[in-house]
């Protein structure tokens, strides 16, 4: 029997469900976000946003709005501090926005070119919409469409790799499919709106923010405004989701420069609607997959093009080419990233970068290949499962796939389902299931962290580490409790503050990872240092730990969470409305510490997978360079009503080399559903769809259930 989540024996504080520890605090409004906090004598900003795609500022016209009731100060690129982005951040080259205020020149609508300061927010906002600010415009360019011309392989590393004679291999197949598949731009949409705080105290800088690494962020500013990094302090105790959009950006940059040029707190929070223009957002993707197989489905040919935007002022790549590195075995396997830079802001990090759209054009590539081979879709992909990383030809540390596809289709029912499209019928609803594979890197930084035993015999332990909605505050704890053998109420952790030195973010599925490696590296010194009964002074005794070291020894292999999706599908064939009846996410993804907060985690990358297809899509205009709907209203989400029934369990999947066990879950449940839910759609009705999202009007298009042809012009 599959060892799961139901039948793994639990010990200790790891592994067993605890509610969070902060969650009391957070239902009953005494959590405070950064928004929220009091600060005396606080100011507010409020951000004028460009009303042009390209060109310049040819003025500000300041006085009258300085005129205006408790307005202080309105800075633009006339007289804002300077300051150099000339540097490299943790995660490489910031994008030049962070860099406000600091020249006339307009790169996409929606740059910021002013910041008025006022008494309340309410007299920021009305002297911000009452400020004129006139251009000089230029011709622009924001159309995204395949292979355009100015498109370009990145010279960076892991843009391009190949293995095999591609084209030799296409040739010899027996089964060849070549097909185009597209994903819309998408948003962030956390539920706390970015915010920042900031003030000098005692000569140092404070920022109250709410981020994904209150260190990464202190550094940042440090290089930034050239402050010695020491007289800068970050704090983010509580964030209300972040999924990558919530590093250094204009706020708080804007709101340090306030506060310097007033000398006293200063907050910026961004609307809605500025948000869509200023933390990023995923790049629309396009993208070519190529598979050739024998007659039995085994792939001697693999080909991913993929292409997404960037921004004329910064290069981001989305890089979905790199979803199936690691996943399928072929004798010949290219993969590449392409780019164009156009009018438009620079994209980011949303949650799954590359591996959430790349997963929408292979795994449904995949099942093309499956009905043209005539092969159940699970077993397609169990026949294709590697020994070696496909490209690298490294070994796996663990790789429990074909565990999770077992245990899902036996949950799913998989086995009962008639293979043939459109068949399935309940009045006008047609019926269909379909399933896809997910996977996502499994990563580690390097971090600090301090556990002090208290002379009143609790542990505290400090590290900075960023809470953003996850339940890491909470697992944190169980992992020290479970390194220092006491109970969980006598741990306190503390995060979020710089002050606590170097850690990793909030990213990338590694934070509880990389967190977790260094709290128990401490404690476990700790432990040897006390001595049963021995004395513990008023300030107590503090171990410090630093993973460096450790990271560094690790050998090489492909590490990897692993997961299996399955999707029921209905679709009226009158509307064109589709709705997910049920969901089933299995997943590897190491030892799961809190399985109360992972299950969430996974459920809620599940339904950000439903939304992503069928729903989310944010819509540039050509003429204007502007979004259409820049807002929760224009920009559709899955709703309650939308979301049905999702189980999510997992297989016993311990990373060996991790002194805890654990691989990362932040990403992996987004990664796989879109497919999953859209080859359901296909064998409810027989037609491919292969542009994201399946709206009902491209259903319709489809002229489901008739002859016609999908919403991507083809008809499987």
Not at 123 to 148: G, I, K, S
Not at 163 to 174: F, I, T
Request: hydrophobic content about 40%.
């Amino acid at each position: 029997m599959t060892t799961t989540a139901a039948t793994a024996a639990v010990t200790g504080a790891v592994g067993a469900a605890h509610t969070r520890v902060e969650g009391r605090d957070k239902v009953t409004g005494a959590a405070r976000y950064a928004g929220e906090l009091p600060f005396a004598d606080l100011a507010h900003g409020w951000l004028v946003l460009s009303t042009i795609a390209r060109g310049r500022v040819r003025s500000v016209d300041t006085e009258p709005v300085l005129a205006m009731p408790g307005v202080l100060t309105v800075l633009h690129h006339g007289n804002a501090p300077r300051v150099d982005g000339s540097y490299e951040s943790m995660l490489g080259r910031p994008d030049p926005i962070i860099e406000v205020f600091q020249h006339d020149r307009v790169p996409f609508v929606g740059w910021p070119v002013a910041l008025v300061v006022a008494e309340t927010s309410e007299q920021a906002r009305e002297a911000a919409e009452a400020l004129a600010v006139t251009y000089e415009r230029e011709p622009h360019d924001v159309e995204f469409y395949v292979e355009r011309p100015g498109t370009y392989t990145p010279d960076t590393e892991g843009m391009r790799m190949e293995k095999g004679d591609l084209e030799a291999e296409l040739a010899a197949s027996a089964h060849v499919v070549d097909a185009q598949y597209s994903t819309p731009e998408e948003h962030h949409i956390p539920m706390e709106p970015h915010a920042a705080t900031a003030r000098w105290e005692g000569g140092r800088l404070e920022v109250v923010d709410s981020n994904q690494g209150s260190t990464w962020i202190a550094d940042d500013l440090s290089k930034l405004f050239s402050l010695d990094p020491a007289s800068v302090r970050v704090v983010s105790e509580h964030v209300g989701g972040a999924f990558g959009s919530k590093g250094l950006r204009v706020h708080q940059v804007a709101a340090v420069m306030a506060a310097t040029a007033l000398d006293r707190p200063v907050r910026v929070v961004l609307t809605r609607r500025q948000m869509f223009s200023l933390v990023g957002y995923r790049s629309p993707t396009t993208q070519r997959v190529r598979l050739g197989a024998e007659p039995d489905g085994r792939l001697r040919a693999f080909d991913h093009q993929a292409q997404s935007l960037s921004s004329t002022v910064h290069e981001f790549v989305e890089g979905s080419a790199g979803y199936a590195r690691a996943m399928y075995a072929a004798d010949a396997h290219h993969t590449v990233n392409r780019l164009v830079r156009l009018d438009v802001p620079t994209p980011t990090w949303v949650r799954a970068p590359g591996e959430a759209p790349g997963s929408f054009a292979v795994e449904s590539a995949l099942d093309e290949l499956a009905e043209k081979c005539g092969v159940d879709p699970v077993a397609l992909r169990v026949r294709n499962e590697p020994e070696v990383g496909p490209v690298s030809g490294l070994p796996f540390s663990s790789r429990n796939l074909l565990a999770c596809f077992e245990e899902g289709a036996r949950r799913f029912g998989w086995a009962d389902r008639d293979p043939r499209p459109g068949v399935r019928r309940e009045g006008r609803w047609l019926l269909g299931t379909g399933t896809a594979s997910a996977t996502f890197p499994v990563l580690v930084g390097a971090s600090t962290a301090a556990v002090t035993a208290e002379a009143d015999d609790t542990f505290t332990v400090r590290i900075t580490a960023a809470d953003v909605g996850t339940g890491a505050r909470t697992a944190l704890t169980l992992i020290a409790a479970d390194a220092l053998d006491v109970p969980t109420d006598r741990v306190h952790v503390r995060i979020a503050d710089s002050d606590f030195g170097p850690a990793m973010i909030a990213g990338g599925s590694m934070g509880t990872r990389s967190w977790g490696w260094a709290i128990t590296l401490a404690a476990r010194e700790l432990r040897e240092k006390l001595v049963p009964g021995g004395h513990i002074p008023p300030e107590g005794i503090t171990v410090r730990s630093d993973t460096t070291a450790a990271i560094s020894a690790l050998t090489q292999k492909e590490r990897h969470s692993f997961g299996a999706q399955f999707a029921e599908v209905a679709v009226d064939v009158a509307t064109g409305e589709v709705r997910v009846r049920r969901m089933l996410g299995i997943f590897a993804a190491g030892r799961i510490i809190n399985p109360l907060t992972a299950r969430s985690q996974l459920t809620g990358g599940m339904i950000w997978g439903l939304s992503m297809a069928l729903h989310e899509e944010a819509i540039r205009d050509r003429t204007s360079g502007s979004l259409v709907g820049p807002d929760l209203a224009g920009y559709h989400v899955a709703a309650h009503a939308d979301v049905p029934h999702i189980e999510v369990d997992w297989v016993a999947d311990p990373d060996v080399d991790d002194p805890v066990g654990i691989k990362g879950i932040g990403e992996i449940g987004i990664v796989g559903a879109a497919a999953a839910v859209a080859n359901a759609v296909w064998h409810a009705t027989g037609v491919r769809h292969r542009a994201l999202p399946i709206r009902p009007d491209r259903v319709l298009r489809a002229d489901v259930p008739g002859d016609g042809v999908a919403g991507d012009g083809s008809r499987a």
